[in-house]
């Protein structure tokens, strides 16, 4: 938005008047270059990606077959790509099915979207419609910090307490009723991690686990839900509200069928950013859920999400043209493709519920 | 009409079920939101616990703790040259995102034609901002790392998080610009100012505190990133100091992943007391901004500083 005033008298022919709107152009320039600065990281993150993930597929990057004249080898076949059910791209006899740690991306992200939409909304529907203003400004900063606290942390936070304590403490009363089962599962205990667990649960799940890496990103995910749903439920005009009360409506049936009708495509927004963010959450999933490429669904399972991958490859260092490394931005372009399309939805429900009410 | 034809009518209506549904859905709201409140509790309660195990069960010395390099032997290892890198890192990024995301916030805010560019500008900052950061680590070791040849060093660390927060830092900046009154833009160019004179003597100094805290939320952000900094290549074990820009590193949160991914309990405490550490640092920006929100919020009408 420009502000269309006039800068200066307007006396035409003056050389420092000249000097002034020289500079401002100038100026203006080098401001609009800025501004193409994040426009150039959208098109370079698509270029780069891109670029190199046809190296996986085709043996050589766009850049070099078009500027070294290097030849395209068939290496990965996009039907092995999205149909095989073995990720091991690393390995001495490589698989390249992607599948695997596809479907430990979306399980996850379905999961935590299961803890965090429920709560998220409620807490939301608390915030906005019952809390008084006292505990609204207490229990907002809370949230705030929740989504504050590094991934990094959520992830220790996961090995240490999560997993050892909740996840087996579940896993003992779904499992143990009888205490015949469980010692079929013992191969998921190589080692115990905290010995709390232990003696409160007398029993040990592994390190890694499925479901623990839904419960700390469904945790983190919480705030986002809340806060936008919140935002949304609060731009529902009061009109609505009351002339539901003068038709006789209870607290609950206004809530759940005027406020939430009302802001749903602000709700929805939310929902979809928080999936967005726990598809492209790495340090929590990594710590939580581990580095086995598995198709399952069981919640004590170890699991590997598309960004676990990524970081154990980069853990490893590969060296620039193995396929490990090739395969970073193979997985980083997916990735990538999957958020972006995330991230358009929620654009557009966005402005929906922001022009709704204006 | 009689009174006792209206009370029957009355004694009708059983309103219990609806009373009972209202008190259920209430209490189930409260426990919900009670549920990000407990998580939290648990949270801090486990990293101060494993902190206070750290001290007593290894025995840990603080003050070596936070000086020394890390080490392959837990006994040894300290915190110290990952605390130094997160503080060239932040520097850096500090440095290469503030000029960029200003610069970017002013020419929309105060130039941006209402055309198809500017729009393109703007969806792509909210598509930017929703980019997992992951994919920015990918993004510099493929395009500054490994083609330009940097090597995985702190510089290349810092393009990343400068990447990562630009936008937030954008959106921050926008908003206070646009918080500055247009009667005080118009003062000025009737006092003979020129656009650019005006934007930077009147709007930039009263915009500036919003800019800055933003910027100081943003580097808190970036200072716990730890994905981005992973794919940049950073070594997991900070085994020296970093002398400069051009060191390889390995900064808190990068640290604190290493120590938590052994095994052996030893680094977990270790990780639990840099997580400490990594709060502490949090705490402190945050109350920071919290301050310059605070104290530039209470003689916001005057235009004393211009």
Request: charged share 15%; net charge neutral.
């Amino acid at each position: 938005m420009s502000t269309e005033t006039p800068s200066g008298p307007g006396i035409s022919g003056d050389d420092s008047l000249e000097a002034a709107h020289e500079k401002n152009r100038r100026v203006r320039r080098v401001l609009f270059g800025c501004a193409a600065v994040t426009v150039v990281t959208t098109v370079a993150i698509f270029l780069v990606l891109f670029d190199n993930a046809a190296s996986y597929f085709f043996g050589a990057r766009i850049s070099e077959v078009l500027f070294g004249g290097d030849s395209i080898v068939r290496t990965v076949t996009f039907t092995e790509f999205f149909t095989g059910t073995r990720w091991a791209p690393d390995h001495a006899t490589p698989a390249h099915g992607v599948l695997p740690i596809v479907a430990g991306t979306l399980t996850i992200t379905v999961g935590a979207g299961l803890v965090s939409i429920p709560i998220g909304t409620a807490t939301a529907l608390y915030l906005s419609e019952y809390a008084t203003t006292g505990t609204r400004n207490r229990l907002k900063p809370v949230l705030e910090v929740l989504a504050g606290i590094p991934t990094i942390v959520y992830g220790y936070f996961a090995v240490s307490f999560v997993t050892p304590v909740i996840v087996s403490g579940i896993a003992t009363y779904v499992v143990n009723p009888t205490g015949s089962w469980f010692d079929s599962i013992s191969y998921l205990a190589p080692f115990v991690l905290d010995p709390v667990a232990e003696w409160m649960m007398g029993v040990s799940v592994g390190r890694y686990s499925l479901l623990g890496g839904i419960l700390v990103v469904g945790t983190m995910t919480i705030p986002m839900v809340s806060s936008i749903s919140e935002d949304a439920m609060q731009a529902v005009p009061d009109d609505l509200r009351n002339g539901a009360y003068a038709l006789g409506a209870t607290k609950y049936q206004v809530a759940t069928r005027i406020v939430l009708p009302a802001a749903v495509s602000g709700i929805f927004a939310s929902y979809i950013l928080a999936l967005s963010r726990a598809i492209g959450e790495t340090m929590a999933v990594t710590l939580a859920a581990g580095f086995n490429a598995n198709l399952t669904a069981n919640p004590f399972a170890e699991i590997m999400t598309m960004t676990a991958y990524l970081v154990s490859i980069a853990r490893g260092t590969s060296a620039v043209g193995t396929v490990e490394y090739q395969s970073l931005f193979a997985v980083g372009l997916l990735l990538f493709l999957m958020t972006l399309s995330m991230n358009l939805l929620n654009d557009r429900l966005k402005r929906r519920f922001q022009e709704e009410y204006r | 009409m009689s009174t006792k034809r209206e009370t029957d009518f009355l004694e009708d209506v059983d309103l219990s079920r609806e009373k009972l549904l209202n008190r259920v859905f209430y209490g189930t709201l409260v426990v919900a939101s009670l549920f990000g409140l407990v998580m939290l509790l648990l949270l801090i309660a486990d990293v101060v616990w494993e902190s206070y195990q750290a001290f007593v069960t290894f025995d840990i010395d603080l003050g070596n703790y936070l000086t020394a390099t890390s080490s392959s032997r837990a006994e040894r290892a300290g915190f110290g040259a990952s605390i130094l890198a997160s503080l060239w890192l932040m520097a850096l990024t500090a440095v290469l995102a503030f000029f960029i995301a200003v610069g970017c916030a002013i020419y929309l805010v105060e130039y941006a034609p209402e055309n198809r560019v500017t729009r393109l500008i703007e969806a792509n900052l909210a598509n930017l901002a929703g980019v997992p950061s992951i994919v920015y680590g990918l993004l510099v070791l493929a395009l500054i790392v490994n083609d330009a040849g940097l090597g995985s060093v702190i510089l290349a660390g810092a393009i990343a998080l400068a990447l990562l927060i630009v936008p937030i830092i954008i959106v921050a900046s926008i908003e206070s610009i646009r918080a500055v009154p247009s009667s005080v833009r118009d003062g000025s160019y009737a006092m003979g100012a020129t656009k650019w004179q005006t934007i930077r003597q009147v709007v930039l100094p009263k915009a500036m505190p919003g800019i800055l805290t933003g910027t100081i939320l943003a580097l808190a952000r970036a200072i716990g990133e730890t994905a981005p900094l992973i794919m940049v290549g950073t070594m997991l074990h900070a085994t020296r100091y970093p002398s400069g820009p051009l060191s390889s590193f390995s900064a808190m949160p990068t640290q604190i992943y290493n120590w938590t991914y052994q095994a052996d309990r030893m680094f977990n405490g270790l990780a639990a007391l840099g997580i400490v550490v990594l709060l502490l640092f949090l705490v402190a920006m945050y109350a920071l901004a919290g301050y310059l929100r605070k104290r530039y919020e209470t003689d916001g009408g005057s235009i004393s500083n211009v």
